[in-house]
């Protein structure tokens, strides 16, 4: 592996932490997973912006899944109540989806769960912080954390 690979795998290894820390905080808390968390996020973020509803491609390319897994997750969602799907008016094959009141109360509660989470698992605890050490570690200016 080459020595910006390497250090790409070092910077790597501190955000899957992160994520799973917050993983944990909104499973245990909420019942939700990260990725559900953001994707019900996503479309929170997009309905504030515009009044229209959402298509499937469009939630997967924001949210960063394949169609299939993204797929995977609306049907997850749905079942929980926390999306409706309606038939798209301008194409049959697809699916517009909108938010229901419950996962607008859950995302309120899980927004809070997240910046705390969030928040906790990146506090620096050395000096400099981590997260310095790190990035400056990526562009080759101080050796390995």
């Known amino acids: 592996m080459t020595t910006l690979g390497q250090r790409w795998r ?6 899957r932490e992160i994520e799973a820390h917050i993983d944990r905080a909104l499973q245990e808390q909420l019942g939700l997973s990260t990725g559900e968390f953001v994707a019900l996020s996503v479309l929170q973020q997009h309905s504030e912006s515009t009044s229209i509803r959402h298509r499937l491609y ?12 993204t797929s995977r997750l609306v049907t997850r969602l749905h079942e929980r109540e ?5 038939p798209s008016d301008h194409d049959r094959r697809s699916a517009d989806i909108e938010l ?18 969030l928040s906790a ?14 990035l ?3 562009q080759g200016q101080v050796g390995q954390p």
Do not use: K, N
């Open 136 to 138: 400056q570690y990526l």
């Open 100 to 117: 229901t009141d419950a996962a607008l109360s859950l995302l309120q509660r899980g927004t809070l769960v997240f910046e705390d989470a």
């Open 82 to 86: 926390l999306l409706m799907r309606r």
């Open 58 to 69: 469009e939630v997967s390319a924001e949210v960063g899944l394949t169609q299939s897994a």
């Open 121 to 134: 698992a990146v506090t620096p605890t050395r000096d400099p912080p981590e997260s310095l050490r790190l």
């Open 10 to 15: 070092t910077l790597d290894q501190p955000h």
